[in-house]
């Protein structure tokens, strides 16, 4: 299995529009962050994850031509609002399907109904909506997905763990109900959007706690907006924690 770090920057992306300050000035690829996606593959199976803001551009980036399947984490902007760019994604012009929890399903289908139902037939559906409960077990071709529900902010938000897989974007708690299903994480793709306490995100001293108890080998920090600079990070960072990159491959 193999997971590509499509983008790992915050809802502004890095570098934010009109900031100057060192990491949106830096000349440091790495400290450029699109808005934040992965895409797992697996030998006959890709699955990408949210379709952000950002999604044409990632998909030229990694030379991504078809994905076989969508996974959404919630209905946040960021993670959604590149959903038209789908059209491009599909093997022979087929409905990919997309899973989701009820809200997000909801959020999608007021706005972007036309994504989903033939309005005429020069525009075929593009995405077929899968419902799935938060504590789901599921296949997506070759592929073991597992849902677990995460608390972000006032709403909630699904994290996946394919194997030994996990993915945890936009959430600040772990329902206590989660971390059975966590159990067996080798890799952990994690939210970290700053240094110091959000309402609505991790930062670095709660996920330092999280890492503790779940035990993963490799802990992947991402949403990680532009306070959090590459270089400073790899720094001061245990090295079982690192930070993301756009276009980072990580194989399993």
């Not at 030998?43 to 994850?49: E, F, M, Q, V």
């Not at 969508?70 to 959604?80: F, G, N, P, S």
């Not at 599909?90 to 399907?97: G, H, L, Q, V, Y």
């Not at 959430?171 to 306490?197: A, Q």
């Amino acid at each position: 299995m193999k997971c590509t770090i499509l983008g790992c920057g915050g809802s502004n992306g890095v570098p934010e529009i009109g900031c100057e300050c060192v990491v949106c000035k830096s000349e440091n690829p790495r400290n450029n962050r699109t808005r934040v996606s992965i895409l797992v593959e697996s030998g006959n199976t890709k699955i990408l994850i949210d379709t952000s803001t950002d999604l044409r551009q990632q998909a030229l980036n990694n030379k991504i031509k078809h994905v076989d399947a969508v996974l959404y984490t919630h209905d946040h902007a960021d993670h959604v609002a590149g959903i038209d760019d789908i059209k491009l994604l599909s093997k022979d012009k087929k409905p990919i399907p997309a899973y989701m929890d009820k809200r997000t399903h909801a959020f999608l289908m007021q706005r972007f109904p036309y994504i989903f139902k033939q309005f005429s037939p020069l525009y075929p559906p593009r995405l077929t909506s899968a419902i799935i409960k938060t504590d789901e077990n599921f296949t997506v071709g070759d592929i073991r997905v597992q849902s677990f529900p995460q608390i972000h902010g006032g709403i909630h938000s699904l994290g996946f763990k394919f194997g030994k897989l996990t993915y945890s974007t936009d959430l600040n708690k772990i329902p206590e109900v989660s971390y059975k299903l966590l159990e067996g994480t080798e890799v952990w793709i994690l939210d970290c959007m700053r240094y110091y306490w959000m309402p609505s995100h991790a930062y670095l001293e709660l996920i330092l706690n999280w890492v503790a108890r779940v035990k993963p080998k490799l802990t992947v920090l991402t949403h990680m907006a532009h306070t959090m600079e590459y270089d400073e990070l790899k720094r001061i960072l245990p090295k079982h924690i690192i930070p993301a990159y756009d276009g980072m491959v990580i194989d399993l």
